[in-house]
Structure formats: structure tokens, C-alpha cells
């Protein structure tokens, strides 16, 4: 489960990077592409349900732990690009169009998404750094230890050993 979780995590990381700068993708692949990241958040947040149930339960039992911080930050986060995705659409001029749905301009959902979107990458880099062990524990199990088992094969060339014969003296 460590390694799925892993591969999504490392797949909705590289997709918001890109998503993050829409002059560098162009307009259309931003959109669906955000689209398609809106999908495998649904799926992290279905694979992680059981852990947002547990501190769920233990959310007041305990004055401060690590779980309690993790989960406002990914709560925050999730409104966050709720907002970002809501406002994304809203001011979309590739896909709406071609679900054959149109939304007057309105500059107040352009704003939204521009502070959402910055929200989103602040709280991306505090959610990133409260996972830092296992994020480095998942690169040296995934990532690390593949390529390090690998065996580099170089030519030797070979050397068949030259007999040496030795001379014994002998008294007699």
C-alpha cells in the first residue's frame, strides 16, 4: 500500500507542479490536467479515508499531537483547492466549452483562484514538510534501493595467470 500511495503522492505532486504555471503547459493541457488532478485527489483522500476517521476520533483527546496538525493543514488544504478547482472552472475557457456550458466572465472568480492557487502551494510545502520522513523513507525504499541493487556490469578483461615456477635450492 506504501508504494501506491507513494506513486499517487509522486503523480499529484508532478501534476499540481506543472498545473502550478499554466504559461508553461498552455491553457488547455492546465485545465484538463487539473481536471485529471481533481480525480486522483478524490482517489489519495479515499485511500487515506481510514486515517481522517482515526484522528477524527482522537482529534480532542489529546492536548497536542503531530496527527492533530497534519489533519487541520490537510483539512485546509482540501477547501483550498476545492476553491481552487470550484474557481478554476468557473473561469475556464477550455472545458466548460466543451461540456457545451458557458459562465459569464466575472473577475471576482479569477481572483479567487490566483489566492486559492497560492494557498494551495503554501500549504502543499507545509503538507510536504510534516511527511519529510516518510516521503525520504519512501524515495530510499522506491527509488534509492532499485537503482543502488543494480549491478553495473564493465568489461574486465581476462587474465590468465602466468605460472611461475620456482627454484628451490637445494643442499645436498
Given amino acids: 500500500m506504501n508504494k501506491i500511495n507513494f506513486l499517487l503522492d509522486a503523480g499529484i505532486f508532478l501534476a499540481f507542479l506543472l498545473a502550478l504555471e499554466p504559461e508553461l503547459t498552455g491553457l488547455e493541457i492546465h485545465e484538463w490536467l487539473s481536471v485529471a488532478l481533481a480525480g486522483t485527489l478524490i482517489l ?3 485511500l487515506h479515508w ?3 476517521v482515526g484522528v477524527l476520533k ?3 483527546c489529546k492536548l497536542i499531537h503531530i496527527s492533530r496538525l497534519k489533519f487541520v493543514v490537510d483539512a485546509l488544504l482540501l477547501v483550498a483547492m ?3 478547482m470550484v474557481s478554476g ?3 475556464s ?3 466548460l466549452p466543451v461540456l457545451g456550458l458557458t459562465v459569464p466572465e466575472n473577475q471576482d472568480w479569477r481572483m479567487l483562484h490566483t489566492l486559492s492557487a497560492d494557498l494551495v502551494l503554501w500549504l502543499t510545502a507545509l503538507h510536504f514538510a510534516l511527511n519529510w520522513k516518510w516521503v525520504v523513507s519512501m524515495i530510499k525504499r522506491y527509488v ?3 537503482i543502488a ?3 553495473w556490469r564493465t568489461v574486465k578483461p581476462q587474465v590468465q595467470p602466468i605460472p611461475v615456477e620456482i627454484e628451490h635450492n637445494r643442499k645436498s
Fill in 149 to 151: 541493487s543494480l549491478q
Fill in 82 to 84: 476545492i476553491a481552487v
Fill in 50 to 52: 481510514d486515517w481522517v
Fill in 93 to 95: 475557457r477550455v472545458v
Fill in 44 to 46: 489519495h483522500l479515499f
Fill in 58 to 60: 482522537t482529534f480532542f
Fill in 89 to 91: 472552472l468557473m473561469i
Fill in 144 to 146: 534509492v534501493a532499485p
